[in-house]
């Protein structure tokens, strides 16, 4: 009586017998690479980014008003002048926005390249530069406004000789319009961007994945589907010391 057939489980990279893969492995594989590709969610994902880096670019410029030190002025009939004649403040406020901002867009680029994982390449990118882009002149803006209203009461009504400081502002950076609607950042304003770009594309460079995302290893699968009946064992040999049955 000759054993019945054993049956070999499929080689990697061939589909079972059975039929469809197992639903666990197919469900992930159509969310980490069948994934539709949608436009309007890209945009929508962009202009959420860029809005939320803008709100925090205010806790950004408190914190430079904060650090970067006021200069010191005199009042005449002309108007302010320095105190000294070349004061290091206006540099040291220059620097210190130098600093935080290169510092704010490192940050950018690595909370929105785990925030945002489905979003990794060039969405996640866009977003971290424009975001960074936007979040620096509400910096600006919000910490030269820091001491301002009190700084042009004094200007506007001291007596000529009182001395008095003014709030930190940019020499090094600012905005030019084109064609009177199209704002321009230039100067240090541009280093929250170059920050979160490089960062973001040195992480993609590092990136473990080809897509960016994580995918799931196929070792981790069982390719025997729930409807697969397990293969049956093949009976044991005979002992050596068993008598063999008669033939014929």
């Known amino acids: 009586m000759s054993a019945p057939p054993s049956v070999e489980p499929p080689a990697v990279g061939e589909q079972p017998s059975g039929g469809a893969f197992p639903g666990a492995y ?7 690479f069948d994934e539709p590709r949608r436009p309007l969610r890209a945009v929508v994902t962009v202009l959420g980014t860029v809005l939320a880096l803008a709100v925090l670019g ?8 904060a650090l970067a030190p006021d200069t010191p002025v005199v ?27 290169l510092g704010f867009g490192l940050l950018v680029a690595l ?16 977003a971290a530069v424009l975001g960074a882009l936007v979040a620096a002149p509400v910096a600006w803006q919000v910490g030269r406004r820091v001491g301002l209203a009190t ?26 319009w084109v064609l009177g609607v199209l704002p321009v950042p230039h100067g240090n304003l541009l280093l929250p961007a170059f920050g979160a770009a ?12 080809p897509g960016l995302r994580p995918e799931p290893d196929p070792a981790g699968f069982s ?11 093949a009976p044991a040999p005979p002992a050596p010391d068993e008598a063999e049955p008669p033939r014929g």
Request: proline share 8%; aromatic share 12%.
């Open 26 to 32: 197919q469900s992930s594989l159509e969310l980490s």
């Open 75 to 101: 009042k005449t009939v002309e108007g302010a002048i320095y105190a000294d004649p070349q004061p290091e403040q206006p540099i040291a406020a220059d620097g210190w926005f130098s600093l935080l901002g």
């Open 58 to 65: 205010v806790p950004f410029g408190l914190l430079w008003a």
């Open 151 to 176: 700084f042009d009461r004094l200007l506007a009504t001291a007596p000529a000789g009182q001395a008095f400081t003014k709030p930190a502002d940019l020499r090094a950076g600012g905005i030019d």
């Open 198 to 209: 490089i960062l973001y594309t040195l992480l993609a460079g590092w990136s473990r994945w």
């Open 223 to 233: 390719w025997v589907s729930a409807g697969t009946p397990t293969p049956t064992a």
């Open 111 to 126: 909370a929105l390249w785990f925030v945002l994982r489905r979003r990794r390449g060039p969405v996640g990118l866009l």
